[in-house]
């Protein structure tokens, strides 16, 4: 019995670990030149169309589309 809960124990583990990553990972940041205001880059997520906009260099690493607040 020890095994099978260690088995089951690890498995929602993998689950937790998964969901979270979907999370992150359904967001696909592009940047817009077009739309650049000075120094500040802008970004658009092609998942949920949420715009950010950074100065540093990279994509945003986390989405910020405001419908999924609340
Ligand atoms: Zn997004």
Do not use: M
């Given at each position: 019995m020890h095994i099978l809960l260690g088995l089951l124990i690890a498995f929602v583990i993998v689950v937790i670990m998964t969901r979270s990553r979907r999370?992150?990972?359904?967001?696909?940041?592009?940047?817009?030149?077009?739309?650049?205001?000075?120094?500040?880059?802008?970004?658009?997520?092609m998942a949920c169309g949420?715009?950010?906009?950074?100065?540093a260099k990279g994509d945003p690493d986390m989405c910020r589309d405001p419908n999924?607040?609340?």
């Open positions: 999370a992150t990972r359904a967001c696909r940041w592009r940047e817009e030149r077009s739309g650049n205001r000075g120094s500040l880059r802008k970004h658009q997520c949420a715009e950010v906009y950074r100065a999924k607040r609340g």
